[in-house]
Nanobody
Framework: AVTLTESGGGSVQAGESLRLSCTYF????????LGWFRRAPGKEREGFAG???????MYVNSVQGRFTISQDSARNVLYLKMNNLKPEDTATYYC?????????????????WGQGTQVTVGT
């Protein structure tokens, strides 16, 4: 099994930045995908950023140009740099690892998940 732990969440004001980290242990696969998902109050889980070992990266339109996903595979850490945060970005943020896929924003390929970290953006 793979365990993932997110960190870096917090409360900020609109326009500010945060960087989330996701440390994962126990992965033995050489080909895989990593994704960031979030769930806002009263809404469904949303996949908004993903990266795979082929170097493919995908973002949902609402974060394109503001968020950057990156990976340090040597240290088993996934990052998410979030700039120009908006109140609508308020959610619990989760990282996940799973099968290699081009469908990086869909939750089905991902079989291990972190516990989540809260991001709250004030007006």
């Amino acid at each position: 099994a793979v365990t993932l732990t997110e960190s870096g969440g917090g409360s900020v004001q609109a326009g500010e930045s945060l960087r989330l980290s996701c440390t994962y242990f126990g992965n033995s696969a050489t080909s895989y995908s990593l994704g960031w998902f979030r769930r806002a109050p009263g809404k469904e889980r949303e996949g908004f950023a993903g990266i795979n070992t082929d170097g493919e990266i995908m973002y949902v339109n609402s974060v394109q140009g503001r968020f950057t996903i990156s990976q340090d595979s040597a240290r088993n850490v996934l990052y998410l740099k979030m700039n120009n945060l908006k109140p609508e970005d308020t959610a619990t943020y989760y990282c996940a690892i799973g099968h290699p896929t081009r469908h990086l924003l869909e939750y089905i390929p991902y079989n291990y998940w972190g516990q989540g970290t809260q991001v709250t953006v004030g007006t």
